[in-house]
Structures are given as structure tokens and as C-alpha cells.
């Protein structure tokens, strides 16, 4: 079952314009995760937010999560062409046998422009 | 440092084939995912594994998926009889915490059923 969904689905911006892309979930989370997949290529994690933290900061990455309204968001600042990826929150929830494992979204796909 | 690898990088069998994808994990993580990520439904979790036991494998399609890990470095997914449907990419991923920590992905596998 999906837990996060990201917003919008697709955005395209210049380069050097920041970039914000939201994530929602359902149910009570100990952490949200971010993470990046360029074409062709496997997932990478850029950043983890706690569920008692409210902003996170990663070089030109900055993370926020509202846990009130069981949402986060993804601003990468002063946005670059090699930022052109796709990029989905996973959230923490309990699979079978209440074994911890992450749920994605399906993800923002992002086209900075030259 | 080497990271997940993934073999093949691309399949195309024909329909009732037996398709065997493998996984060699970072060394040292313990635990082992397989996802399958497609454009309708996102990236889904299959299987996955601590220290070479199947944990949850309440993703697994059906019973015409299976999945092993013999040893810390390796494991294999393995599709038989394979159907048109079963057409995605399928990635392995690993890490050295529980299941809903920060997780490295391979490049995953591409599999084309005709």
C-alpha cells in the first residue's frame, strides 16, 4: 500500500531557480527519507528527517515535516542541470510481522533547464 | 568502495522463460530488499532479508516468484514461468540498519517479457 505521495508530479524550472517538491503520508511515521534517481540509475538517499525534527539542512538541500498535517517538503536551492532527476519520499511503516521497512511514492520528476 | 551490484543490467526473454536476477550487497550490510518499480504502480517491495532470512515477503507477486540469499553476498530473484506483466525494473537494495534506515540501490535490472 502507498503511504507517501509526492506533489506535483512533474516540474521544470530554470537553472538557477529553486525547486520544492511536497510529499504526503497517511499514518504516523518515525522518520521520512528523500532520495534521487537519475535516468536509468537506482535510487540514492539524500536525506533523513525525524519525526521530532521539523527542518533539516543538506548543503543546497533543505528538508521540512510537518507532522500536524502529515506532510514534508524537498527545496533544493539555486538548482543546477545535474539536479534533472526524479526524486521520491519514502516513509517508514511495518510490513509482516511488524518488520520495519520503507514505502515510496511514486515520485516528482524534475527537468532543470539550462 | 564498490556498491550494490545487479546482474543482469538488462533481459529480454520470451514468455514462459525462467528469468534468474542476482545481487551482490554492500559488504557488511545485513539486510538485503528487493523492489520492483514500474510507472503504474512506483517502486514496490518484494522481499527482504536479515542476515540471509527472509524477513517479509509479503510483496512477492505470486508463487511464480522466489527468492534466496545462500550466503551474506549474494542473492538471487528468480521468476519462473515469466509473464508479459512481469515487465519492470527490479532493484536490490542494502543496508546496515533495520528496514526503515537509509538504504543503498543498485542500477537494477531491466526486464523486458515478450
Known amino acids: 500500500s502507498q503511504q507517501g505521495e509526492e506533489d506535483p508530479q512533474a516540474l521544470s524550472i530554470q537553472e538557477g531557480e529553486n525547486a520544492t517538491m511536497n510529499c504526503s503520508y497517511k499514518t504516523s511515521i518515525n522518520n521520512l527519507q528523500w532520495y534521487r534517481q537519475n535516468s536509468g540509475r537506482g535510487l540514492v538517499h539524500l536525506i533523513l528527517i525525524r519525526s521530532n525534527e521539523r527542518e533539516k539542512h543538506s548543503g543546497r538541500l533543505r528538508v521540512t515535516l510537518d507532522t500536524s498535517k502529515k506532510s514534508s517538503s524537498l527545496l533544493i536551492t539555486a538548482s543546477r542541470a545535474a539536479d534533472t532527476a526524479s526524486y521520491f519520499c519514502?516513509?517508514?511503516?511495518?510490513?509482516?510481522?511488524?518488520?520495519?521497512?520503507?514505502?515510496f511514492g511514486k515520485g516528482t520528476k524534475l527537468t532543470v533547464n539550462p | 568502495d564498490a556498491g550494490v551490484i545487479q546482474s543482469p543490467r538488462h533481459e529480454v526473454t520470451e514468455m514462459g522463460q525462467e528469468v534468474t536476477l542476482r545481487c551482490k550487497p554492500i559488504s557488511g550490510h545485513d539486510y538485503l530488499f528487493w523492489y520492483r518499480q514500474t510507472m503504474m504502480r512506483g517502486l514496490e517491495l518484494l522481499i527482504y532479508?536479515?542476515?540471509?532470512?527472509?524477513?517479509?515477503d509479503s510483496g512477492m507477486p505470486e508463487d511464480r516468484f522466489s527468492a534466496k540469499m545462500p550466503n551474506a553476498s549474494f542473492s538471487t530473484l528468480k521468476i519462473q514461468p515469466s509473464e508479459p506483466r512481469d515487465s519492470a525494473v527490479y532493484f536490490c537494495?542494502?543496508?546496515?540498519?533495520?528496514?526503515?534506515?537509509?538504504?543503498?540501490f543498485g542500477d537494477g535490472t531491466r526486464l523486458s517479457i515478450l
Open positions: 537494495a542494502s543496508s546496515s540498519h533495520r528496514g526503515n534506515q537509509p538504504q543503498h
Open positions: 532479508f536479515n542476515n540471509n532470512v527472509p524477513i517479509d
Open positions: 519514502a516513509t517508514d511503516a511495518r510490513g509482516k510481522g511488524g518488520s520495519e521497512k520503507l514505502v
